[in-house]
């Protein structure tokens, strides 16, 4: 070959509009933070505007690649398997989707809260460029790019959390997220220098080809990277024992980024586990899939069992109680991904399903619960009692998706994505997954019902304990309204989201 013919097969074409998503999220940050400067203060808001725009565009650009699989920045040089580090397919599309309309969500949550005195640039710089990192993650297929993505979706996260200047409890929630996910960062990196060390490539498919032949002197290497690898992701998930940094974090942020983390954060870790596990290790799934059974049920068991605690007493905040419900529905979440190690990467769907109905509903809870904090700053439990009688809309709209995260009747999205969660783990042969996870079911019913119940509950004591009503910001308004509408949507035609679960998203 001649050095004109080596040189040229070096060149990579790009594909503009596979990358186009989070390259239009990132250049939109970019916009904003300069925009800031130029900007006076009393038209900051155009900032915000600005932001929902970009992610409402973003999200238009999905739509061109919906039919295509698509990938870019490939291995030029002659390779067995195909190896390419950015793959836009069906599995990416539909969690940028999520992702994206999960911060379109959260900007409009911020516009409405004007609780919190936050500078206007930087705040929306840190939420676009955690939400392009984020859509970055789910098309990445090599380890390096896997691990940018998910540092460029965290850092930015650490510094939403803390960024209430003055607050003590909004800064020691950042320095326990902050602590624990560069804990988390340095443990996925060292997990990865092995892998590459015992089969020196770093795309997930070529991985995935020379995990199973590894040289016998570096079988002990590959396999610590292969659990190291796994555990960094854990601690992204929130998975139990890594969970602990969740319900203080979640209390100290900025109610919209607590909704942020909720649902766009742990999407990434999910995504990243999923994409290590499926499509990087499935040499190793004999080890995987039972480790992540065991981490499945007791991240359900302990997440359920700490919110059962917080309806005992009126001190607990509603956060709290969503923090470690969050915590809980990751144990559901891990459970098609462990049943993979089983029955094929088919499973896989299921959490996807899942993971729809969660950050639909999720985020709706969160919407309603930063409406009620502009008038009951401490948002108690308690305070919600009576809701009905002072605003019946938000109050049944609230009662819509509690019901739907307890997976009941008329939430029936909610239904049908945890009986198909539950038939991944049976297909598995993981029936006593299966039975645990029945029990935690069952355990969620009750905190989820005792606060649906407490809104249409007569207030006790004297008028004021009742919810005042106040009329909503637009912003807020609209984000209530459009997770109860897809809400609805998928309750009307869940056939939308579980059509993931019936099928290979690989």
Not at 246 to 256: I, K, Q, S
Not at 442 to 461: H, Q, S
């Amino acid at each position: 070959m001649t050095a004109t013919a080596a040189a040229a097969s070096l060149v990579q074409s790009v594909d503009w509009l596979a990358i186009a998503p989070p390259t239009l999220t990132a250049a939109v940050a970019l916009a904003v933070l300069v925009a800031d400067l130029f900007v006076p203060e009393a038209r900051k808001q155009l900032l915000g505007w600005t932001s929902v725009a970009g992610l409402a565009a973003a999200l238009a650009l999905l739509a061109p690649l919906r039919d295509g699989d698509r990938s870019t920045f490939c291995l030029t040089a002659d390779t067995q398997v195909r190896a390419c580090s950015y793959t836009a397919d069906h599995f990416t599309l539909v969690i940028q989707f999520l992702v994206l309309g999960g911060a379109l969500v959260t900007a409009l949550l911020s516009l409405a809260d004007t609780r919190d005195k936050l500078p206007a640039g930087e705040y929306w710089f840190l939420l676009l460029s955690s939400a392009a990192g984020a859509a970055l993650l789910p098309a990445s297929r090599d380890l390096a790019t896997l691990v940018v993505a998910l540092e460029v979706a965290s850092l930015p996260a650490f510094a939403l959390v803390g960024l209430r200047r003055g607050d003590r409890m909004s800064s020691e929630s950042a320095l326990k997220f902050f602590l624990s996910s560069v804990t988390a960062t340095a443990v996925t990196l060292l997990g990865v220098s092995f892998v590459y060390a015992a089969t020196g490539t770093l795309h997930l498919t070529e991985v995935a080809q020379r995990l199973g032949d590894v040289p016998d002197q570096l079988q002990v290497l590959a396999q610590a990277g292969v659990a190291l690898t796994l555990v960094g992701f854990a601690f992204k998930t929130a998975a139990v024992p890594f969970h602990f940094w969740v319900p203080d974090t979640y209390v100290g942020a900025p109610l919209p980024v607590a909704a942020y983390l909720s649902v766009v954060g742990k999407a990434v870790g999910f995504t990243g586990l999923i994409l290590v596990t499926v499509v990087a290790f499935p040499t190793y799934a004999d080890v995987w899939g039972p480790a992540l059974a065991v981490l499945a049920a007791l991240t359900m068991t302990v997440g359920n069992v700490a919110a059962l605690r917080q309806v005992s007493t009126r001190a607990w905040s509603a956060v709290r109680l969503l923090a470690w419900s969050s915590v809980a529905q990751a144990g559901y979440l891990l459970v098609p991904i462990a049943a993979a190690a089983y029955s094929g990467d088919d499973q896989i769907g299921a959490t996807v399903a899942y993971a729809l109905m969660y950050a639909v509903v999720n985020l709706g809870a969160f919407a309603v619960v930063t409406l009620a904090a502009r008038t009951r700053p401490e948002n108690r439990l308690a305070d919600y009692r009576g809701l009905y009688a002072s605003s019946p809309v938000t109050a049944l709209v609230l009662g819509f998706f509690l019901l739907n995260l307890a997976g009941l009747p008329p939430g029936i999205i909610g239904l049908f994505a945890k009986v198909t969660v539950f038939s991944a783990a049976v297909d598995a042969g993981l029936g006593w997954l299966a039975v645990i996870m029945g029990v935690n079911v069952v355990i969620g019913l009750y905190y989820y019902l005792r606060w649906t119940a407490l809104l249409f509950r007569a207030p006790v004591g004297a008028p004021e304990a009742a919810p005042t009503p106040q009329r909503a910001a637009a912003p807020i308004t609209l984000a209530i309204a459009l997770t109860a509408v897809a809400g609805v949507v998928l309750s009307g035609y869940p056939q939308f989201a579980l059509t993931f679960a019936a099928t290979s998203l690989f």
